[in-house]
């Protein structure tokens, strides 16, 4: 086509364009409909402003009341009065014009801009997470107008005939469109109720942790499944053009993600077992600490007394070694060595210590109460040892070890017993005088 032709083409559609338009310009219907539309206009912002005046809800913010939530929703709706009541008029225009003037299509096509204009102003409102918003601007609104304008057909028409094809399956753009559209959504749904149902369940008091932790994930993995399988429906394929494919996808995928899949089943072994439970304090084999806060389903979280999270993959507490310091019993035993002078009578020691440490309010009796011990004769001073039991971990909020000492030191000050203090001697002899000076250090 040479460039003669299609500047020919472009007049004669534009001579076209302008006869109709000179038409529209020439017809009373014309005039009449833009009359209607300005009046619903007008009377759609006069009614809105006596409404916002005169109801005391919308006219000013509440501060107090019963129903305060529901009455600050309702103050934050006031913007939509106007919109909504436009796309109204022009619904009662259109019925109008139809039986007075047989033509409405003018109301109809402002009347569809007026339900875009509507609907972004209920994305703005409403919408408030970033992504979820900009796909409703940047996606549902021009869907919207398009679908108002009456050139939906055409589109989704078009986007369908952008396919290519493998075997059996079809693949389109109008196919990706929705599985990219419906599968967000879906997804989302999934995510806000999959996180909605776990929050109820793991509130249920009266049912043990491992339990809600099992039921939790177990509802995880249904909301999951029931999605893919309504996105499959949607988007109409045919599962079993996608059994050969998805049988050869499987075998690549069990190959690279084999790690995934043995931290998820190791997850599931981890609940049905008990071994590990929410609460627990764990020490991992490269001694990293923390409390056990959640086991998702790749990886469980260890939070530790100075802020940080650990993320241990699953398959770790079922292949390596680890401590759980409080899975069956949260009470551990503690403890503290100290020395004292050889000039000591030993027996002296052990009532005055016990006594000291037994007066702290979270050591316990029970299943042993406070015991010292003669551990060894060093070289400076006669070596004990307390040990105590607690319930509790010597960290974070508790510092058992540290008050401990503290209440030793005081106890053996007050007793009149006396602490090793290390003496080196040492020997400086010059050379060929056989004097010498000697230092001794405390």
Not at 226 to 252: E, P, Q, R, Y
Not at 366 to 384: H, I, K, Q, T, Y
């Amino acid at each position: 086509m040479t460039a003669a032709m299609t500047i020919d083409i472009i007049q004669t559609k534009a001579l076209a364009w302008l006869a109709i338009l000179q038409g529209w310009l020439a017809s009373p219907q014309f005039y009449a409909q833009v009359i209607a539309i300005v009046a619903a206009w007008i009377a759609a912002k006069i009614v809105a402003r006596a409404v916002m005046h005169r109801v005391a809800l919308l006219r000013e913010e509440p501060t107090e009341g019963r129903f305060l939530r529901y009455q600050r929703l309702a103050f934050s709706c006031r913007s939509l009065i106007e919109p909504a009541l436009f796309v109204a008029l022009m619904m009662v225009a259109a019925s109008v014009a139809d039986a007075a003037l047989g033509s409405s299509w003018l109301i109809r096509i402002a009347q569809s801009l007026a339900l875009i204009r509507l609907l972004h102003a209920v994305i703005m409102r409403f919408l408030t997470h970033p992504v979820i918003n900009a796909a409703a601007r940047w996606i549902g609104l021009p869907v919207a107008a398009i679908y108002a304008l009456g050139y939906f057909g055409q589109f989704t028409a078009a986007l369908d005939s952008v396919a290519f094809a493998a075997g059996n399956i079809r693949i389109s753009l109008l196919a990706l469109s929705k599985a990219a559209l419906f599968g967000g959504i879906l997804f989302w749904l999934g995510r806000a109720s999959s996180t909605a149902g776990q929050k109820v369940i793991r509130d249920q008091q009266s049912v043990d942790v491992q339990t809600r932790e099992l039921a939790a994930k177990a509802l995880e993995l249904m909301v999951f499944a029931i999605v893919g399988l309504l996105l499959l429906n949607i988007l109409g394929l045919d599962l079993t053009a996608l059994a050969v494919f998805g049988g050869a996808l499987g075998v690549g995928l069990g190959f690279g993600l084999q790690q995934i899949a043995a931290a998820f089943i190791s997850g599931i072994i981890l609940l049905l077992e008990r071994s590990l439970k929410i609460g627990d304090y764990i020490e991992l084999e490269n001694g990293k600490q923390g409390t056990l806060t959640q086991i998702n389903m790749r990886a469980s979280i260890l939070s530790t007394f100075d802020g940080k999270d650990i993320n241990v993959p699953n398959d770790k507490f079922i292949t390596t070694q680890f401590i759980n310091w409080t899975h069956a019993d949260t009470r551990q035993r503690y403890e503290v060595a100290f020395a004292v002078a050889y000039d000591t009578d030993l027996h002296e020691v052990p009532p005055v210590i016990i006594k000291a440490v037994s007066a702290h309010p979270q050591v316990l009796k029970e299943p042993e109460a406070p015991d010292v011990e003669l551990r060894d004769f060093g070289a400076a001073g006669v070596n004990f040892a307390v040990e105590f039991w607690v319930d509790g971990i010597d960290d974070g909020k508790n510092k058992f070890t540290s008050e401990i000492r503290f209440m030793i030191w005081d106890a053996l000050k007050k007793a009149g017993i006396s602490m090793p203090s290390t003496v080196q001697e040492v020997r400086m002899v010059t050379g060929g005088t056989g004097a010498g000076t000697r230092k001794r250090k405390t």
